[in-house]
C-alpha cells in the first residue's frame, strides 16, 4: 500500500502550556494601551478563536469600529506587551508529559511535528520560547494564517507534507471536521471544548499521554488515495 504522509499539529494554550492567563491580559493591555484608554477584562472567551479576530471582537464589545490597520496595530504591541508579560508570568508550565510526548513523536521515521495554533505565528514563538519547546515545531499553521481554525489546520497540515515526510496512514475514510487534504492523514492536538477532539479513531498511534492523565486522543483528519 502507498505510504502517505503523517503530520501532527499541535495546539499550545492548554495542550502543551498553560501560562495562568497571562495571554489574554496581554492582549487586553495592548488594546487598552493603543486606543489610550484604561485596560478592562473583555467580556467573551478566548478559547477556540485566532488572534486577529479576537482583537476585532474585542474592539467591536467596545463599540470600536474595526480596520485591518487598526487591527495591525493592535497586534503588534501585543507582541511586544507579550514578551515582558511571558518573562514575568508567575505560572507558566509545560504540562506534565508534554516533553516524553514530544519526544517520542518526534522520534518516529515519516512523521512531521508542527503546530496548529489560534496564535499569530510570533506570539506562539514567544510563548514556547520560555520554556524550550520551540525545537520541536518546525511548521505550523497559525492565527496569522486565517480566520478559522479548520483553514489554518490546512495551512499547517499543508506545510507539513511539503517536508516530504511519508509513513503508513490508517484505513478509516471517516469524514471530519477539518477540511479534507487528499492524499494526506492530518492530526490535530487541540485543547479547546468547543473543538472536535476525536475525529477518527483509527490511528496508528491511538493515544498520547495528556496533561491530566487521561489521553489526547490522535485524530486523523483525511485519507483518500
Known amino acids: 500500500m502507498e505510504r502517505h504522509p503523517t503530520i501532527l499539529l ?17 492582549i487586553e493591555r495592548a488594546v487598552a494601551e493603543v486606543l489610550g484608554r484604561p485596560s478592562a477584562p473583555f467580556s467573551f472567551s478566548f ?15 467596545l463599540g470600536i469600529a474595526t480596520t485591518p490597520d487598526l487591527i495591525e496595530r493592535i497586534l503588534s504591541r501585543y507582541l511586544e506587551v507579550l514578551r515582558e508579560e511571558v ?29 496548529g495554533t489560534g496564535n499569530v505565528e510570533e506570539g506562539a514563538r ?26 489554518l489546520i490546512r495551512r499547517g497540515a499543508e506545510r507539513g507534507a511539503s517536508r516530504r515526510v511519508r509513513v503508513r496512514c490508517p484505513e478509516s475514510r471517516s469524514a471530519c471536521a477539518v477540511p479534507h487534504l487528499p492524499g494526506r492523514c492530518v492530526l490535530p492536538l487541540l485543547a479547546h471544548p468547543g473543538v472536535e477532539r476525536r475525529l477518527c ?25
Open 47 to 61: 478559547g477556540g478563536m485566532v488572534d486577529p479576530v479576537i482583537v476585532g471582537q474585542g474592539l467591536s464589545s
Open 126 to 151: 514567544i510563548k514556547l520560547e520560555r520554556v524550550g519547546l520551540n525545537r520541536y515545531f518546525a511548521f505550523g499553521g497559525y492565527g496569522s494564517d486565517a480566520a478559522e481554525r479548520p483553514a
Open 87 to 115: 518573562s514575568r508570568a508567575p505560572v507558566y508550565a509545560v504540562h506534565d508529559g508534554v516533553q516524553q510526548v514530544l519526544d517520542q513523536v518526534s522520534g518516529l521515521a515519516g512523521v512531521a511535528v508542527g503546530l
Open 201 to 225: 479513531a483509527h490511528a496508528e498511534l491511538e493515544t498520547l499521554p495528556s496533561a491530566n492523565s487521561t489521553v489526547w486522543p490522535i485524530a486523523c483528519a483525511s485519507h483518500f488515495d
Open 10 to 26: 499541535f495546539d499550545i494554550d492548554g495542550t502543551l502550556i498553560t501560562t495562568g492567563g497571562m495571554g489574554r491580559g496581554a
